[in-house]
């Protein structure tokens, strides 16, 4: 699914974000990656949804070099993609239903299509009776579910979750977590960035583990370690 090769980024000052990173993540898995702050794991994400380009080396998407994606179409790629950030980024004057079908607007989907494709996604993360309510009304937890819901709603082949649980009490965050593993037990990919120990140790699935921009441990049953 995605293949780093050799894969190095360069920041402005000669600051090594990643250095010679090889990397293979198959269709399916569901993948913490964890490290201290600036170990580069959001750079590592960023990269795979081509919104920073590495100075060495290549990555691939299912097979596909990013490099050789046209910035034209940038956009189709990244359908492919969904993800979900600290702060959650919704549109404070659209209600949660319409930040949700935002991003099928923008793609010209049409009315009935939109009314097909929200409800049955906003119930999937557990907001069905939320769907009118604005950002402000929700505590943290709906507010990620809601952001969680628009990622979702092209049916990405892969879901990058970047520290989603930061801003959010232990059982929002535990809710959160179980919804990550059910969209991961449909068929997505799922690499989540996180600092929290807890969730990584209990969830006993493949870690990526970062430290000044190299890979020191990846275990396909492993816990948090830096």
Do not use: C
Not at 48 to 70: S, T, V
């Amino acid at each position: 699914m995605i293949k780093f090769e050799k894969v190095s980024k360069i920041f402005p000052g000669d600051f090594i974000a990643l250095e010679d990173i090889d990397l293979f993540i198959g269709k399916g898995e569901f993948v913490s990656i964890v490290g201290q702050s600036g170990s580069g794991k959001t750079t590592l994400l960023k990269l795979i949804y081509a919104e920073e380009q590495p100075e060495k080396g290549r990555i691939y998407f299912n097979k596909r070099p990013l490099d050789g994606i046209k910035k034209k179409h940038l956009p189709f790629f990244r359908r492919n993609i969904g993800t979900v950030f600290q702060d959650f980024k919704l549109l404070p004057q659209k209600t949660v239903f319409e930040n949700v079908a935002y991003a099928l607007e923008v793609e010209g989907e049409s009315n009935n299509e939109i009314g097909e494709k929200v409800p049955k996604i906003l119930d999937i993360v557990g907001l069905s009776d939320k769907m009118e309510k604005h950002p402000n009304q929700l505590s943290g937890g709906e507010q990620q579910r809601a952001s969680l819901a628009r990622a979702l709603i092209h049916r990405p082949l892969v879901l990058i979750a970047d520290e989603p649980t930061g801003n959010l009490d232990p059982i929002s965050t535990w809710e959160l977590v179980q919804l990550l593993l059910k969209v991961n037990e449909l068929g997505t990919t799922v690499l989540l960035a996180t600092h929290n120990k807890d969730i990584v140790d209990k969830l006993g699935k493949r870690v990526i583990a970062l430290d000044k921009g190299r890979v020191i441990h990846d275990h396909k049953k492993g816990k948090y370690v830096i």
